[in-house]
């Protein structure tokens, strides 16, 4: 290469986003056969991925849930208690999933309070985190964004489970770190080789899906989080709703949702290579 040529290479891939780098060589539209786990803080916090997770599921991919709290405080009801609102946050998670296709034994929830997941032991949800990646072994690991070489901001939960996942993403490849789920317990140790991060800012966004033939049930799976969006907020009164405003729900769930150049999307920041490195 002559140095003139290496000048002009070198400065196409500095004006080149960093954003652009890092592709998943597959489109994730035509991903098959993949083990996918996503973990979240509260049940709802999957919905932000629901229309790719409805298209990965359909395209025969094997898709795990694991939130780690039960949602038991976010409410504007009086009259709610913990214990009842633990319940319906279980009911309406569970519901949401089977619109999406994800059956109920692939849900798992680690039962930590709402509101307070970053005052817990850390080496305690660490430890179940890396259970569970050890056990699931997954291809794909979906996760909210710890961020790229800067920490995210997230609100309290986000934040938490965004560091919390990403630690256990790192130390479920350590066979002498948590060796007695290896001794005892018959895991073995697991790297996971690619990375979803979803409520990325969006300047570090490098992966659109198109999720257009799944924005309706996206959209109805959005409408079974009762207590969380509508008037069960403020005044919980049952899962139920009439035709009428079940169909007024929906409609109202596809107007939020992303729209680019006609196509509904969701946008997330993918990256593949060793757990150690993911903000790079
Ligand atoms: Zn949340």
Known sequence: ?????????????????????????????????????????????DSLSQGTLALLKANGNDIWIVLLTTGNVGTQDPDLSRFELATIRR???????????????????????????????????????????????????????????????????????????????????????????????????????????????????????DISEYAEVKARARTRYVSQFGPGWDKYEGPDRTPEEQAAAEKQALERMKKTDGKYVEGFRYYKGFPDSMGK
Request: net charge negative; hydrophobic share 45%.
């Open 1 to 45: 290469m002559t140095k003139k040529l290496r000048i002009l290479v070198a400065s196409a891939l500095l004006v080149l986003p960093a954003t652009a780098m890092a592709q998943p060589e597959t489109p994730v539209e035509e991903w098959k056969g993949k083990t996918i786990l996503l973990v979240g803080a509260h049940p709802d916090d």
């Open 91 to 209: 009911q309406e998670e569970l519901a949401a999933l089977a619109d999406v296709g994800i059956p109920e034994d692939r849900y798992i929830n680690l039962g930590y309070d709402d509101g307070l997941l970053e005052f817990q032991d850390e080496m305690e949800v660490v430890g179940q985190i890396v259970r569970l990646i050890r056990k699931i072994r997954p291809d794909v690991l979906f996760s909210f964004d710890p961020g790229p070489t800067y920490r995210r901001w997230h609100k309290s939960d986000h934040r938490a489970a965004s560091y919390l996942t990403a630690d256990a993403a790192r130390v479920a490849m350590w066979r002498l770190l948590f060796e007695g789920q290896i001794i005892h317990e018959g895991l073995k140790a697991y790297r996971v080789p690619e990375f979803m991060f979803y409520d990325s800012p969006k300047e570090a966004i490098n992966t659109w899906v």
